[in-house]
């Protein structure tokens, strides 16, 4: 079957991003209001986001930084709570009547800005049945912290020893295993009923873990969870064109200014918010699962999240452009994956 030359999908949302704060807030926003109408914010601010009033005020600097006039300027961001050894219950239900949608686990020390993050999920089970009863979201960053686990197999190691407990002691809480990296990870979710979900980004669709290492050390590629290799990469695919409704779409995008990049402990982190629907296209064409991509990006999100769908349309044309190298964030420069190179689809508004 010849692929098209133009998708239009109903407007999408990215349930999982980084939009940070001040002027990178600032730099970053328009891209992403650009391509989705909703956002899930994650709170690794710092400090993090722990409290209903610290998601309210951030959400107003959200949308102070809105565009404004053209399509982003509806932008609505989704905001979540850092989760904490100490988070109290009862801040589950002001977080609801704040319209906070989610709570975040960040195991302690798994990735940027994750110091305060939850040493031992135990110490959280009273606000987790508080989440449960609300309705409240758990979304997980699901590498295990432990030092002797290869950092390959912090996701597989994950599953068995923090996914499996949390499922047989929350059955009705609802789970997203954020940002789903291996062939284990994406076995689970498809197999772990209809309380659990998994977001998957551009990067680890279109890239295994040579990525990072060809040519010299790509900073650029290097996110965490890490890129695994060919064999995990191509279980995702599957998982994405299968169709199944327990994936949808999350970048990750997670911008950090180039000099901290392209450093002697570089960042973890790829910015992608500048042409994510355009690789996300790419990753399903290259799958022959373009005729998947609208539930992907469209539908199977707000489905999970008990939200509506959103109206209206955005188009994707076949066309060759380039990604600009940099783009300005605050003082400092922002390097977009694959910046500088040529893209095959392109977001036409
Ligand atoms: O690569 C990542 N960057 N992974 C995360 O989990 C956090 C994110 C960030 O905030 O930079
Ligand atoms: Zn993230």
Sequence with gaps: MASPDSLTLTRPDDWHL???DGAALAAVLPHTAAQFARAIVMPNLKPPVTTAAQALTYRERILAARPKEGPGSGFAPLMTL????????????????AGVVALKLYPAGATTNSDAGVTDLRKCYRTLEAMQREGLLFLVHGEVTDPDIDLFDREAVFVERQMIPLRRDFPELKVVFEHITTREGAQYVAEA???TAATVTPQHLLYNRNAIFTGGLRPHYYCLPVLKSEEHRLALVAAVASGSDRFFLGTDSAPHAAQFKEHAAGHAGCYT????????????????ALDKLEAFASFHGPDFYGLPRNTGTVTLRRENWTLPETVPFGDATLKPLRGGETLRWRLVN
């Excluded at 801040?91 to 009547?97: C, F, G, S, T, V």
């Design 193 to 195: 009923g209809r309380f």
């Design 273 to 288: 918010a500048l042409s994510a629907l355009e690789l996300y296209a790419e990753a399903f064409e290259a799958a022959g």
């Design 18 to 20: 980084h939009l940070r």
């Design 82 to 97: 850092y989760l904490t050894d100490n988070t109290p219950p009862d801040e589950i239900r002001r977080a609801k009547d």
